[in-house]
C-alpha cells in the first residue's frame, strides 16, 4: 500500500520560511511525480508546484503566487521530497498536502497525504 | 494559464438522487480531466481519471464523461457518504495544472 506522510507545517511570521516534508512509501517512488496541492481556511483545493521524477529529468513547475518564493526538492534515496517556503505571507495559510502522480503518462493525483498545516500570521 | 470551471458551485440533493456536475476548461484538454472527492478534515480522494476512468475501489454509481472543453461527473444514486465537495482538474498543461473552484453537495 503507497503511504504519503506529510510533516514540518506550523506557524511563522510573515517574512519567514518554513521546510514541509513528505514521505512516500510503498512504491516505485523513482518514477513517480511529486505534487504540493494546498487549501486555504474556506477556499477550495490549490496546485502549488511538482517536481518530476529524476528519470524524466526532474525539473519543477510552480503556480504563479508561489513562484520564486517555494522551491521543491526531493531525495530519491529515502523517497523525500521537500518544499521550501521563503518570504512567506499571510495568503500562504493554508492545508499543505502532498500527492503522487504515479508517471509520466499517468497525470493523476493518488494517493493523497493528509496534510500539515500551516499559519503564516504576526 | 488554462481556467476551470465549475457548475454549479453548490447543490442540495436527496439521498437516491441523480446529480451532474459540470466542468468546463477555457480551452481544449482533450481528456486530461480528472475528478476528486474531498471531505473536510481528510484527504481528497480520486474518483475519476482521464475524464472517464473509475479509479480502481470507487463505487460503479460513479461516472465521468466528456472530451475537449466540457465534462460531466455523475453519481446515479446518492448515498449519505456522497455528501461532500467535488473538485474537477486539468493536467492537459504540464507546468501548470489546475483545479475548478470546487462543488459542494449538501443534503436537501
Known amino acids: 500500500e503507497v503511504q504519503v506522510v506529510e510533516s514540518g507545517g506550523g506557524l511563522v511570521k510573515p517574512g519567514g520560511s518554513l521546510r514541509l516534508s513528505c514521505a512516500v512509501s510503498?512504491?516505485?517512488?523513482?518514477?513517480?511525480?511529486i505534487n504540493w496541492v494546498r487549501q486555504a481556511p474556506g477556499k477550495g483545493l490549490e496546485w502549488v508546484g511538482r517536481?518530476?521524477?529524476?528519470?524524466?529529468?526532474?525539473?519543477?513547475d510552480y503556480a504563479a503566487p508561489v513562484k520564486g518564493r517555494f522551491t521543491i526538492s526531493r531525495d530519491d534515496s529515502t523517497g523525500t521530497v521537500y518544499l521550501q517556503m521563503n518570504a512567506l505571507i499571510t495568503e500562504d495559510t493554508a492545508v499543505y498536502y502532498c500527492?503522487?502522480?504515479?508517471?509520466?503518462?499517468?497525470?493523476?493525483?493518488?494517493?493523497w497525504g493528509q496534510g500539515t498545516p500551516v499559519t503564516v500570521s504576526s | 494559464d488554462i481556467q476551470m470551471t465549475q457548475s454549479p458551485s453548490s447543490l442540495s440533493a436527496s439521498v437516491g438522487d441523480r446529480v451532474t456536475i459540470t466542468c468546463r476548461a477555457s480551452?481544449?484538454?482533450?481528456?486530461?480531466l480528472n475528478w476528486y472527492q474531498h471531505k473536510p478534515g481528510k484527504a481528497p480522494n480520486l474518483l475519476i481519471y482521464a475524464a472517464s476512468n473509475l479509479q480502481s475501489g470507487v463505487p460503479s454509481r460513479f461516472s465521468g464523461s466528456g472530451s475537449g472543453t466540457d465534462f460531466t461527473l455523475t453519481i446515479s444514486s446518492l448515498r449519505p457518504e456522497d455528501f461532500a465537495t467535488y473538485y474537477c482538474?486539468?493536467?492537459?498543461?504540464?507546468?501548470?495544472?489546475?483545479f475548478g473552484q470546487g462543488t459542494k453537495l449538501e443534503i436537501k
Open positions: 480551452r481544449n484538454i482533450a481528456r486530461y
Open positions: 482538474q486539468q493536467t492537459y498543461s504540464v507546468s501548470m495544472y489546475t
Open positions: 510503498g512504491f516505485i517512488f523513482n518514477s513517480a511525480w
Open positions: 517536481i518530476k521524477s529524476r528519470n524524466d529529468d526532474g525539473t519543477t
Open positions: 500527492t503522487t502522480e504515479p508517471a509520466y503518462d499517468q497525470n493523476w493525483f493518488d494517493p
